[in-house]
């Protein structure tokens, strides 16, 4: 279980984010949706405790978010993994694709070569990656190739949480929906509690139990993704609601 209490990020004098509370039960997943420059990416940050908060806690298991030196990072990375917005800097362009996927086997855990290389082969698989690849350089990669390379990387250690950060955002609509269909599978797999980050909220209503709606900082609205169409909403998410509507009448249309 996340729990995410009284979460605030100050840059300089601009508040960034305020008052974030809210839990993410085990093998629950959650979806944070919301205009760029809402806050999304900062949250996301602060969840994988690569930034600090000024104020707040952040507790998995119960366990706090490391905040100096002296506290178990090591533990807080190896449990909540991310993958980010296809940058193609996420992997090493001097490594192949097979050392990337390998290399948190290497820092997390004493397997031996022969089993971090079996390991690298089931999530290859797992993720629909062709082991023709493993040898190839990530520059060799199509850009949904390269976020299955991303996302074996991350699911290899067996983390409790997974952040995705606008993961399918570059890629094409049919991309897109394999990507997600495959999260799908994966989180019921690996009881797995998924954080999907998207400024689209058409992409997230069949991926996450739970919607988080966030608007300059703040929640907006958080609630049950089976209500997305029944329930009643903050007018910010109606308004989302309703771009998704119009977009998905133009898809017909044409
Ligand atoms: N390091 C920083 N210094 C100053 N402002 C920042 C910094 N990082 C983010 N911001 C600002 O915080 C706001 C939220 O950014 P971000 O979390 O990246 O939003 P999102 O991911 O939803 O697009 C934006 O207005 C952004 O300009
Ligand atoms: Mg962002």
Not at 62 to 90: C, E, H, L, M
Not at 114 to 125: F, G, N, P, Q
Not at 242 to 251: F, M
Request: net charge neutral.
């Amino acid at each position: 279980m996340l729990e995410i209490k009284k979460l605030s990020k100050r840059i300089g004098k601009t508040l960034i984010l305020e008052r974030i509370d809210l839990t993410v039960q085990a093998g629950r997943s959650l979806a944070i949706v919301g205009e760029s420059g809402s806050g999304k990416s900062t949250l996301a940050k602060l969840i994988m405790a690569l930034e600090r908060p000024t104020s707040g806690q952040i507790l998995l298991d119960g366990i706090p978010a490391p905040t100096n030196k002296t506290s178990d990072f090591r533990s807080w990375y190896r449990q909540i993994q991310f993958v980010f917005q296809n940058t193609t800097a996420s992997l090493d362009p001097r490594m192949t694709i097979s050392q990337s996927i390998e290399e948190p086997l290497c820092h997390f855990t004493k397997l031996n070569k022969s089993e971090r290389k079996e390991l690298v082969i089931e999530y290859a698989t797992k993720v629909g990656l062709p082991l023709t690849l493993l040898n190839a350089a990530p520059s060799h990669l199509s850009g949904g190739q390269y976020q299955r390379a991303c996302i074996a990387k991350a699911l290899i250690v067996k983390p409790k949480v997974l952040v995705c950060d606008e993961i399918v955002s570059n890629l094409d609509m049919i991309h897109q929906h394999t990507i997600i269909e495959l999260l799908q599978q994966l989180k019921a797999e690996q009881q797995l509690s998924l954080i999907f980050i998207t400024h689209d909220l058409s992409l997230v209503a069949n991926l996450c139990e739970d919607i988080l709606v966030m608007k300059d900082g703040r929640m907006v609205e958080i609630f049950d993704s089976d209500f997305i169409q029944t329930g009643s909403h903050h007018p910010y998410t109606e308004s989302l609601l309703h771009a998704v509507e119009i977009l998905r009448r133009n898809w017909i249309a044409l």
